[in-house]
T-cell receptor, first 115, second 114 residues
């Protein structure tokens, strides 16, 4: 069974600082990888995903993530944090080659941006 | 841009009562899902639905839960006899087809069981 680990349930950065949110997966075959963001009292919005091709993926709001097979990681980064980035971020995976299968989510990382 | 919608946004019910949570997936999508998120915890998969039948369900999805697509647009989750521990945010999601496709999530229904 696949699993996802997000290191750090809470991350706090200063406005303008680098954001790094960590995600590692456990799977014998690299899965499809997703990052979702959840703003307070809202649903889940896709930030970016990796399915195939270039391992550095760019998403919305200036976020990007790099798939590293050797490290089984898919860390999310943003060069310069903005106050509006404060939210909860979830890494999720889905097995390759299986239409319609479930997403498995990590525990989530709450990002706080300090002025 | 098409979106998944859910009603109601909030529901309060008494323990033992039945609730029905409603979702309208994106119109040309083929797979539908329910997930839940207990306050402060991660998002958990409940069930997926394809071609008018359940395609996968988790161990959480026991006999008190059921899903239905009563017409061409709605997708419902019924909880037959609610328990305190059913209090959570319930998300509906849909996908066009294909494992690499994005699951689009609705805004959620916050269920509180008293």
């Amino acid at each position: 069974a696949q699993s996802v680990t997000q290191l750090g349930s809470h991350v706090s950065v200063s406005e303008g600082a680098l954001v790094l949110l960590r995600c590692n997966y456990s799977s014998s075959v690299p899965p499809y990888l997703f990052w979702y963001v959840q703003y307070p009292n809202q649903g889940l919005q896709l930030l970016l995903k990796y399915t195939t091709g270039a391992t550095l993926v760019k998403g919305i709001n200036g976020f990007e993530a790099e798939f590293k097979k050797s490290e089984t990681s898919f860390h999310l980064t943003k060069p310069s944090a903005h106050m509006s980035d404060a939210a909860e971020y979830f890494c999720a995976v889905r097995p390759r080659g299986t239409s319609g299968s479930r997403l498995t989510f990590g525990e989530g990382t709450q990002l706080t941006v300090n002025p | 841009e098409p979106e998944v919608t859910q009603t109601p946004s909030h529901q309060v019910t008494q323990m033992g009562q039945e609730v029905i949570l409603r979702c309208v997936p994106i119109s040309n999508h083929l797979y539908f899902y329910w997930y839940r998120q207990i306050l402060g915890q991660k998002v958990e998969f409940l069930v997926s639905f394809y071609n008018n039948e359940i395609s996968e369900k988790s161990e959480i999805f026991d006999d008190q839960f059921s899903v239905e697509r009563p017409d061409g647009s709605n997708f419902t989750l019924k909880i037959r006899s609610t328990k305190l521990e059913d209090s959570a945010m319930y998300f509906c999601a849909s996908i066009l087809q294909g494992a690499g496709e994005t699951q689009y999530f609705g805004p959620g229904t916050r269920l509180l069981v008293l």
